[in-house]
């Protein structure tokens, strides 16, 4: 009993369906009516007489937008972690050398037990920034930058641009971050965080630990390659700061 338009709307206004796919066909070709449809939420609006072909190339490329929309990371807009798997697999098909960096957030639940989630969240965008302009730096090809989730990013360049690349983020990282503190914990350079068992710890300012896996000719698989950089991850966990650890077996 409602038209099209009062569909998209309602549509729109619930939770569980405000972001699907909406295609609007309809007779109304005047300009004015496809700004109330658009405006009302619809991905796209369709005119009648159509061309069947045309519909069906305007649905996929609907779903195509909506799809990469969703890999999205909320938080960064970076892609996630579908696109991140396509882009690793795609180059180890091609047998081009690339190389896989582990990009991990050290002390962050510390942080965000002591400020709070949305101050958190200011931090994650702080790496995320940095990575974005050391991946803007790094020349070309451009490396492809990815978030996993949490404080978990990948950048998949070459293997001559990994190290580097990695060194210029981590750099600008533990310049800005001291920033994200409170003044008097940033000067005397922990935090002090109270456990679960109610004692006083003094817990480090965050840091970034970073594991790189290399495939310079094509013969290791990309599962392989993703094992070893998070296991290099784990070791430049293990060292003061931020640091990067590379796989150097192959």
Excluded: W
Aim: aromatic share 6%; net charge negative; proline share 6%.
């Amino acid at each position: 009993g409602c038209d099209g338009i009062a569909v998209v709307r309602l549509l729109r206004s619930h939770p569980p369906t405000a972001s699907l796919p909406v295609i609007l066909l309809t007779a109304k070709a005047d300009p004015a009516d496809k700004v109330v449809g658009l405006t009302a939420g619809a991905d796209d609006y369709v005119v009648k007489p159509f061309d069947t072909l045309e519909l069906i190339a305007r649905i996929a490329g609907t779903l195509r937008r909506t799809a990469d929309i969703r890999a999205l990371s909320p938080l960064t807009g970076l892609p996630g972690n579908h696109r991140i798997d396509v882009e690793v697999a795609s180059r180890a098909a091609a047998g081009t050398p690339y190389a896989l960096c582990h990009v991990d957030l050290d002390e962050f639940k510390a942080f965000n037990d002591v400020y709070g989630f949305q101050r958190g969240d200011d931090l994650l965008l702080l790496l995320a920034s940095c990575l974005q302009r050391a991946v803007s730096r790094a020349g070309h090809p451009v490396p492809f930058l990815g978030h996993v989730g949490g404080d978990d990013f990948v950048v998949v360049c070459t293997p001559e641009q990994a190290e580097p690349l990695c060194a210029d983020a981590l750099r600008e990282f533990d310049t800005l971050s001291p920033y994200k503190y409170d003044p008097d914990d940033a000067a005397r350079g922990y935090l002090e965080v109270t456990d679960r068992r109610g004692e006083l710890r003094r817990q480090p300012l965050a840091a970034v630990s970073v594991g790189v896996a290399a495939d310079r000719g094509g013969e290791r698989d990309f599962r392989a390659v993703i094992t070893a950089a998070t296991e290099m991850k784990k070791v430049a966990k293990e060292q003061e700061g931020s640091y990067v650890a590379v796989d150097r077996r192959h």
